[in-house]
C-alpha cells in the first residue's frame, strides 16, 4: 500500500505556515501589550495556539477515519483506544476554548482554576488510567483521581507561566521528547502512537515555531499553552492502557523528564513568593530563565543555556538506560544533577529590574 505520508507531513506544515503568516499580517487578532512580566517590549500577537491546535484535532481526525493515508503512522484503531482519543482531543479542545476565552477577556484565576480542574476530572473518572506511583506503590482510584486532577491542572499552568520567552517552551518539549522515547520506549519511539500524536502536534505547530523564533512576532497566548499543557501530562496516562502486550506502566516520577527545568524552575519559585507572601498568581519576572534574559546574554543566551541543559539531561539518561541502571535511581541522579545546575544558575545570575 502506498503511504500518503511524506506528502501529508509536507502538505501539513505549508499549511501551518499559511495560516500562521496570514494571521501574523493581519488587521484582527488577539495583542499582547507588554507589562511587568512580559520579556517583550512591543505589541505582540498572541493566541497562535487558535490556528495551530484546531489544525492538530482536524488532522487527527482525519487520520482516525482514514487510518490508511498515514501508513506507517499508527493511530490507536481499537474501540475503547478511540473512545479514549476522543476523550483526549475533546479534552484538548476545551483547554484551548478556555485558554482563548481568557486571552480576550482575562478571566479571573479562580474561575479559571475551577474549569480546569473540572475538566481534568471528569476527563479521569472517564478514562480510569493506569499509572505506578513510585514504582508500585498501590493508590485507590478516588485518591489517584484526585492526586492526578491538582498534578496534572498544576502542570498545565506551569506550561503557561513559561511560555513566556521566545522558543522556550518549544525547545524543551522537543528535546526532552527524547527522554520519553527511552522512558517508554514501546509508546514514544517510531512507529508508535505517541511519536506519531508528537510528530502531528509539532508539524502542526511549523508556522507557530517559524514566527516564535526571537524575536518573535506571534505568542501562543493560553489557547496554546493550556492545550499543550493538558496534551503532553495526559498522553503518557495511556501508556500502559493502549499497549498491554509490553507491560509498560508511566509512572508519576516520569512526568519529571516531560521539563525537567520548568519543574524546578516554577516549583521553586513558587515556595519562595510563598514565604515571601507575594500573589501566587501576579506577574512577576522572578523565573530564572527571565533573570537570565535581563542580563547581557538576554532571550538567545537564556534559550541556548536551557537547551544545552536539558540535553545534558537526556545525554545522562540515555547512558544511565544503557547500562540498565533501575529507574528509580535514575531518576534521582538526574534530578539531583538538574537541582544542583538550577541552583548554581541561581546563584551567579545577578537579580534586576525586580517587578
Not at 155 to 179: K, Q
Amino acid at each position: 500500500m502506498v503511504s500518503f505520508l511524506p506528502l501529508m507531513i509536507a502538505i501539513l506544515a505549508i499549511l501551518s505556515l499559511i495560516l500562521h503568516t496570514f494571521y501574523v499580517y493581519s488587521r484582527f487578532g488577539v495583542k499582547d501589550v507588554p507589562n511587568e512580566r512580559s520579556l517583550h517590549d512591543v505589541v505582540t500577537k498572541k493566541s497562535g495556539g487558535m490556528f495551530f491546535i484546531p489544525l492538530f484535532l482536524t488532522v487527527l481526525l482525519g487520520l482516525l477515519f482514514y487510518p490508511q493515508i498515514g501508513g506507517s503512522f499508527p493511530l490507536p484503531i481499537e474501540p475503547f483506544q478511540r473512545i479514549d482519543i476522543y476523550l483526549l482531543l475533546a479534552g484538548i479542545f476545551l483547554f484551548c476554548v478556555l485558554g482563548f476565552i481568557d486571552d480576550l477577556y482575562h478571566l479571573s484565576p479562580r474561575l479559571r482554576l475551577f474549569l480546569e480542574l473540572a475538566v481534568v476530572a471528569l476527563f479521569l473518572i472517564w478514562v480510569s488510567p493506569e499509572i505506578l506511583f513510585l514504582e508500585g506503590i498501590a493508590v485507590p482510584k478516588p485518591i489517584q483521581v484526585f492526586i492526578l486532577t491538582i498534578f496534572i491542572v498544576f502542570a498545565v499552568n506551569l506550561v503557561n507561566f513559561m511560555d513566556g520567552m521566545d522558543w522556550y517552551l518549544v525547545t524543551t518539549l522537543f528535546i526532552s521528547f527524547f527522554s520519553l522515547s527511552l522512558v517508554s520506549p514501546h509508546f514514544y519511539t517510531i512507529g508508535n502512537y505517541g511519536y506519531s500524536l508528537y510528530v502531528i502536534l509539532f508539524v502542526s505547530m511549523f508556522g507557530f515555531i517559524f514566527y516564535n523564533f526571537p524575536k518573535a512576532k506571534l505568542f501562543m497566548g493560553d489557547s496554546g499553552s493550556l492545550a499543550l499543557g493538558f496534551f503532553v501530562m495526559v498522553l503518557p496516562l495511556f501508556v500502559g492502557k493502549w499497549d498491554r502486550s509490553n507491560f509498560e506502566i508511566w509512572d508519576i516520577t516520569s512526568y519529571f523528564y516531560l521539563f525537567p527545568y520548568f519543574w524546578l524552575d516554577g516549583v521553586f519559585t513558587l515556595i519562595k513568593r510563598f514565604f515571601q507572601k507575594k500573589h501566587l498568581f501576579s506577574a512577576h519576572r522572578e523565573h530564572l530563565f527571565q533573570r537570565i534574559t535581563e542580563t547581557k546574554l538576554g532571550k538567545i543566551g537564556s534559550l541556548s543555556i536551557f537547551s544545552i541543559l536539558n540535553l545534558i539531561i537526556v545525554c545522562i539518561h540515555f547512558v544511565l538506560k544503557t547500562y540498565e541502571v533501575s529507574n528509580i535511581l535514575t531518576f534521582t541522579f538526574l534530578f539531583l544533577f538538574a537541582s544542583m545546575s538550577y541552583g548554581i544558575l541561581w546563584t551567579l545570575i545577578p537579580r534586576k529590574n525586580l517587578a
